[in-house]
């Protein structure tokens, strides 16, 4: 039985990907799961990554919700450390397909002239400036139900994160959209989530709506229908 334990044990360790061996892989239809904070995502990732920061509350049921069932995944970390925290995470909530890792990372993967995509990453007072002059810009809250009803920005779209995904066509394809949560995690999940329909034009707000009201801008507790006072 000693030995039955360490097959199992050995079947279920990821490999080491090559970049290259991780483009082939994404061809057939696996997904990058980069477990780095949104500022290290934000700057250059993977096309088609799922981001959730391996330091997120409720980590693990974040990907559950994120990613689509028994799809392979290939995980992309900081370092060794966050592989060996986040395969036994996963695999406490049923997400087993973890095949592999990237073992050199975003350094290969660029070295290599794969393409890479960015999300730029804006603060709650560059949020508020666009809206003030007027700028033309989408604002996208992702956080639950209970939250939005606590406050949100006039205008905003509310759009949850596990809901973003299949409610996709609900986003304007193009123009400015600047995605905001509680503290900006779930803002570069849900934007990951949306980047793989093929949307663009993303800013991660950092520090979210609990920085918005920590700078004193204004909210409204409106329960209406949170569609209603998006922009067209």
Not at 64 to 72: I, R
Not at 90 to 100: A, F, K
């Amino acid at each position: 039985s000693k030995n039955k334990g360490l097959v199992s044990l050995m079947a279920a360790k990821p490999r080491p990907y090559s970049a290259r061996e991780a483009s082939d892989a994404l061809r057939r239809g696996e997904i990058v799961l980069d477990l780095r904070d949104p500022a290290t995502y934000g700057e250059a990732h993977i096309p088609g990554a799922i981001n959730v920061w391996i330091e997120s509350p409720q980590f693990a049921e974040r990907v559950a919700g994120m990613v689509p069932a028994g799809v392979p995944l290939l995980l992309l970390a900081q370092g060794p450390s966050d592989l060996d925290r986040a395969i036994p995470a996963l695999s406490r909530v049923g997400v087993d397909e973890v095949t592999g890792f990237l073992q050199w990372g975003m350094i290969e993967w660029r070295s290599e002239g794969f393409a890479a995509e960015s999300v730029p990453q804006i603060t709650v007072n560059e949020l508020a400036e666009w809206l003030e002059q007027g700028r033309e810009v989408t604002v996208i809250d992702v956080r639950e139900h209970s939250e939005w009803l606590d406050g949100h920005i006039k205008g905003a779209t509310h759009l949850p994160m596990l809901e973003a995904s299949a409610r996709h066509g609900e986003v304007p394809a193009d123009g400015p959209k600047a995605v905001l949560c509680g503290g900006g995690l779930r803002s570069s999940t849900a934007i990951s989530a949306l980047k793989r329909h093929g949307l663009t034009g993303f800013y991660n707000v950092t520090g979210g709506m609990t920085a918005w009201k920590r700078s004193g801008y204004p909210v409204v507790r409106s329960s209406s229908d949170p569609g209603s006072a998006s922009r067209p």
